[in-house]
């Protein structure tokens, strides 16, 4: 048995898994480009192709860094709303919007646990004050939108802002990083729900929408490889 061998934590598995990270995210990195390049070429199948690859991706990233369990999880559930999201059709919205809401409920799980064990107390971006100012946000917001959505869409999108607004306050417990891309993920669907009101939009929104979801998943996944060790 080498030195190397015998030092805890430095498997063969665990440095094998590392090196290949970094292509991993390098290829994240092109797709994600190629993504938004597309929605602002108004080059359809572009998106249609890259979309699909960005959480399996990130969620491989995050995975052979060593990120726990419910953080992957989370990142697969945001991949099948990407994908039923693509389809022109309302069951298919329902599904992937019910798909993004089981992820956050693992991100839940997850902020949950780091505050259970002492990490995310004190001044945190996910202090009651932070609480209070989502909360505030999402009241105006559900009272502004709420006459231009469609009537069958009303309640099922309230619930889910619900939920969304909870996990991007509670993001903070894992530091800055995650504490931004808990807000930009707020914003991101916003900026859909604006859509579906037919509320009016800035120039290429889909890109917008993409640009601030991409940030928000990868802020996300930062915040929680930042502050977590492996086996904790």
């Known amino acids: 048995m080498t030195a190397t061998a015998a030092r805890p934590g430095s498997t063969g598995a665990g440095r094998g898994a590392e090196r290949f990270a970094r292509p991993v995210l390098l290829a994240l990195l092109l797709v994600a480009a190629a993504d938004l390049a597309g929605l602002l070429a108004g080059a359809e199948a572009v998106h249609l192709v890259a979309k699909p690859l960005l959480m399996p991706l990130l969620a491989g990233y995050a995975a052979l860094r060593g990120a726990p369990r419910l953080l992957v999880a989370a990142l697969l559930f945001g991949w099948g709303g990407d994908v039923f999201l693509l389809a022109d059709d309302d069951l298919a919205f329902l599904v992937g919007m019910g798909s ?79 504490a931004v891309g808990g807000a930009l993920f707020l914003l991101s669907d916003a900026l859909i729900a604006t859509g579906i009101a037919e509320w009016p939009q800035a120039p290429a929104p889909d890109f917008w929408v993409m640009l601030t979801y991409i940030a928000a998943q990868a802020l996300l996944t930062l915040g929680v490889l930042t502050k977590h060790k492996p086996g904790a």
Request: glycine share 16%; charged share 15%.
């Open 100 to 178: 993004f809401a089981v992820g956050h409920v693992c991100y839940l799980t997850l902020f949950g646990r780091e505050e259970g064990r002492g990490r995310g107390v004190g001044r945190s971006p996910a202090g009651p004050v932070t609480g209070v100012g989502y909360a505030v946000v999402l009241v105006v917001f559900l009272v502004l939108i709420w006459p231009d959505l469609p009537a069958d869409l009303r309640i099922p999108l309230t619930g889910y802002s619900l939920l969304l607004t909870a996990m991007a306050w509670r993001a903070g417990v894992f530091g800055p990083y995650a």
